[in-house]
């Protein structure tokens, strides 16, 4: 009997859904089967080693547990946010406290243990040692209000009493940094984030790298100070990326006071209290990241425009030329920062404060590249604040007021800031006081709760135990590497030589300090840091690629060909120091070695035209005489320590064996040069020059063969 034309059509119909059927599951099936084969050979997935959506994905929380009833911070966000741990469970009379915002919150450029949440983690036993008190360092480095309200979001879970939030100053930068991030669709997203905790992930991502698809992501040493250092401001987009544009600020600071109204609304429906901070910066010893001169000049206003900047800034006792200067350029170009910063020093030195105070707030607010609290946001906070009743301390305000106890102004600046934004030690110190204060307001403290003076001082020792002298000069050294290159010489010299005053024997330290010595026109002075720095760590390429930057300085070609060389050796992956040693080898007439440094550095950088103008150059130089430039190899013999002894340039001869062919050095075990020789074929040809102790020359030259 012939079946039914309906019920044939019904047949079809299945057939067509368990097809697709199939079709949506075959994908499914074949990852699930990746992740049992990965999962076979040993892979392990990193749910918590990265975060690539650097808090963006929800999937990604910044606590996870511990135990049966503990939280701890995830080991993917301790690149951004200190290492906490609390209970799931808050104990019965325990009052818990989450401190939100970006670095400042953070401590940084040090740790929680100096942040204004850990003075107040060590002062409120103080203030009422009968309750049990849980302070909980949430500051992420360089987020922004809505990336802190997604903090505060997934704390509000974990029974918060008071919030405490600190934000304003990375607005501007998550906008240059993050935006196409944070603008995908947020299911794109959450699915991406997931994708990026799998095996296959693990496995894929390498491949990637390896074939430079992706970036490497790679931790070795940087050469941090070349003659630009590339160091990057706190994750964010270079500066080229900041240019003026007004309807996006009107729009970030809509997001500012959207964020901060949502958190009003998050503390409402966890039941907790919260308490803003005013934002402060300093406006009188930093100067603007970046400057831009006001649309729409003709080309002889900006020249005249900076021909009086200069004249500007280089007044020295005499304020009143620098003024007139600076007056008549900012006539022409009202919204250069840089104008209104150098007026505001003129007008300090002179003591006419409030105009100074005027003039270095208009600085902050014209710099295009604003990484620090506009004036409208102080306005916007206490707009906040007040429209929802909620508490406000105006750090601003406490800071200004000891600053006109103290100095008789009010324009903050080095006494209370270690940089742009970040309070010193003590500024977190008298915040957390000022904290304590609002809390009593607040009714979170007894009202008749004040420590004695005893009970103070006894607090700063504990928190001042917990600061680790050569960890605090390692900061300072960092934060200078990153002023340095950010332009901020002054600010960036003021910083290194505070850490190098330390006395702790730092790479980094005795780098920044050394670099701006020489700056300076100290040579002798920074040649003394860089071999301190070698001394300190003699594996270390990037004081070698230092001392050798002096040496060309010096006229030292030897000693510059043999830094050169044992920096290209300890990392080989830098294209800089090998075009460095192929324009000091072409200086010393050893032209194919110079040309197959200079290939080298090509290969490694392959977009640095100045590398292909190098080696069209010197082959036109050496014309004929040039030879082969086959790339040499390297021949090494160590101390038991592992510090190099011997690093030579090696080749093949007939017989296949391996002979010294290039640049032979010797090296003492404090990382210092003995011995510096060219060599050809296994034999000594040209150079032999010897150092003594001292660094200095103590043999002579066996002339040029």
């Not at 039914?4 to 089967?33: C, K």
């Not at 606590?63 to 019965?92: C, Y």
């Not at 243990?113 to 103080?126: D, Q, V």
């Not at 003026?244 to 109204?261: C, F, P």
Request: aromatic residues 8%.
């Amino acid at each position: 009997m012939k079946e039914p034309a309906s019920s044939d059509r019904a047949r079809r119909r299945r057939q067509r859904l368990a097809t697709a059927a199939l079709a949506a599951a075959a994908p499914v099936v074949f990852f699930g089967l990746l992740e049992l084969l990965f999962a076979m050979g040993g892979v392990e997935p990193h749910p918590e080693r990265e975060d690539p959506f650097v808090g963006f994905a929800g999937s990604s929380p910044l606590f996870v547990p511990e135990g049966e009833n503990r939280l701890v911070t995830a080991d993917g966000k301790l690149e951004f946010f200190n290492l906490q741990s609390f209970p799931r469970r808050k104990a019965a009379g325990a009052f818990r406290i989450f401190c939100l915002g970006g670095s400042t919150t953070y401590g940084r450029p040090y740790t929680d243990e100096t942040s204004f949440a850990g003075w107040l983690r060590a002062l409120l036993p103080a203030f009422d040692p009968g309750r049990s008190w849980e302070v909980i360092n949430a500051g992420g480095i360089s987020y922004a209000s809505y990336r802190v309200a997604r903090v505060m979001e997934e704390v509000a879970a974990y029974e918060p009493d008071l919030f405490i939030v600190y934000t304003g100053h990375n607005e501007f930068l998550e906008e240059r940094s993050y935006a196409a991030v944070r603008d995908l669709p947020a299911p794109v997203r959450e699915a991406s984030a997931l994708l990026a905790r799998t095996r296959t992930w693990v496995v894929l991502g390498a491949a990637m790298r390896k074939v430079g698809i992706l970036s490497g992501g790679d931790k070795k040493e940087r050469y941090l100070l070349p003659e630009t250092v590339a160091a990057r401001l706190d994750r964010s987009a270079g500066l080229e990326l900041y240019r003026r544009d007004d309807e996006l600020r009107r729009q970030i600071l809509r997001h500012y006071r959207d964020s901060l109204e949502r958190m009003v609304a998050i503390a409402r429906s966890a039941g907790s209290a919260l308490v803003f901070v005013t934002p402060a910066s300093n406006l009188r010893s930093s100067s603007p990241f970046k400057s831009q001169h006001t649309d729409g000049l003709a080309p002889e206003i900006l020249a005249r425009s900076g021909q009086l900047l200069e004249v500007g800034r280089r007044w020295n006792r005499e304020a009143a030329p620098a003024l007139a200067a600076l007056d008549e350029a900012l006539a022409l170009d009202p919204r250069f920062a840089a104008l209104h910063y150098e007026r505001g020093r003129a007008l300090f030195a002179i003591n006419r404060f409030p105009a100074a105070k005027e003039a270095f707030t208009r600085a902050r607010d014209e710099d295009v590249c604003p990484l620090r609290a506009l004036s409208e946001m102080r306005g916007i906070l206490a707009e906040v604040a007040t429209s929802t009743g909620t508490r406000l301390v105006d750090f601003i305000a406490l800071l200004e007021r000891d600053l006109e106890r103290s100095r008789g102004h009010t324009i903050l600046g080095e006494e209370d800031f270690l940089d742009h934004v970040h309070p010193t030690i003590d500024g977190h110190r008298r915040l957390a006081l000022a904290l304590a204060d609002a809390m009593r307001q607040e009714g979170l403290l007894p009202a008749a709760a004040k420590p004695s003076a005893e009970a103070l001082a006894a607090v700063e020792r504990q928190v001042a135990g917990t600061v680790d002298p050569k960890r605090q000069a390692e900061a300072l050294a960092s934060l200078a590497l990153t002023l340095d290159w950010a332009g901020k010489e002054e600010d960036s010299r003021r910083l290194a030589l505070q850490a190098l005053e330390s006395g702790t024997e730092s790479v980094n330290v005795l780098l920044i300090a050394g670099k701006h010595l020489a700056l300076e026109g100290d040579v002798e002075g920074a040649l003394a840091l860089y071999r301190r720095a070698v001394r300190a760590d003699p594996l270390s390429p990037t004081p070698r690629y230092q001392l050798g930057l002096l040496a060309i300085q010096r006229g030292d070609l030897e000693a510059a060909a043999a830094h050169f060389f044992l920096a290209t050796v300890l990392w080989p992956e830098d294209a800089k120091a090998h075009e460095k040693l192929g324009l000091v080898l072409a200086e010393r007439g050893r032209f194919a070695l110079a040309v197959a440094s200079l290939e080298e550095a090509r290969r490694r950088d392959p977009g640095r035209r100045s590398t292909d103008e190098m080696i069209a150059r010197v082959r036109r130089h050496a014309g004929a005489a040039l030879g082969a430039t086959e790339t040499p190899g390297i021949a090494l013999e160590r101390y038991p320590s592992g510090v190099i002894a011997m690093a030579a340039q090696s080749r093949r001869d007939g017989a296949g064996r391996s002979v010294h062919h290039g640049i032979y050095t010797e090296w003492a075990e404090d990382g210092s040069l003995a011995r510096f020789a060219d060599t050809v074929d296994g034999e000594l040809r040209g150079s032999d020059v010897s150092w003594a102790q001292s660094g200095r020359r103590a043999a002579g030259d066996a002339g040029e063969g």
